[in-house]
């Protein structure tokens, strides 16, 4: 059974730091695009980071020059590293793969920035 756990959340003030983790399994890691996505209050999910199977990355617009993606195949590890936090970033973030499980989200983890 597909799962997604996501951690590494927490409260911080406008410019600063957090980084993400999400440990996979149930599926074949390496084989699949991988994401992360986010739901701030009152919005629809929206995907803000790809990384390939190979490494290759790919950014939402938003987040571009601030956070970073990375992958551990070996360890079906996700990893996001988000700097220059700023309060639109506050929200629920998941990983999933892309396009994502119809069925299958993690819990996600609480990203909020508050001065």
């Known amino acids: 059974q597909v799962q997604l756990v996501e951690s590494g959340g927490g409260e911080v003030k406008p410019g600063g730091s957090l980084k993400l983790s999400c440990v996979a399994s149930?599926?074949?890691?390496?084989?699949?695009?991988m994401a992360w996505y986010r739901r701030a209050p009152g919005n629809q999910r929206e995907l803000v980071a790809s990384?390939?199977?190979?490494?290759?990355?790919i950014y939402e617009d938003s987040v571009k020059g601030r956070f970073s993606v990375s992958r551990d195949n070996a360890k079906n590890t996700l990893h996001l590293q988000m700097m220059n936090l700023k309060p639109e970033d506050t929200a629920v973030y998941y990983c999933?793969?892309?396009?994502?499980?119809?069925?299958?989200w993690g819990q996600g983890t609480q990203v909020t920035v508050s001065s």
């Open positions: 990384v390939l199977s190979g490494g290759e990355v």
């Open positions: 999933n793969i892309r396009p994502p499980f119809a069925n299958y």
């Open positions: 149930g599926f074949p890691f390496e084989a699949y695009v």
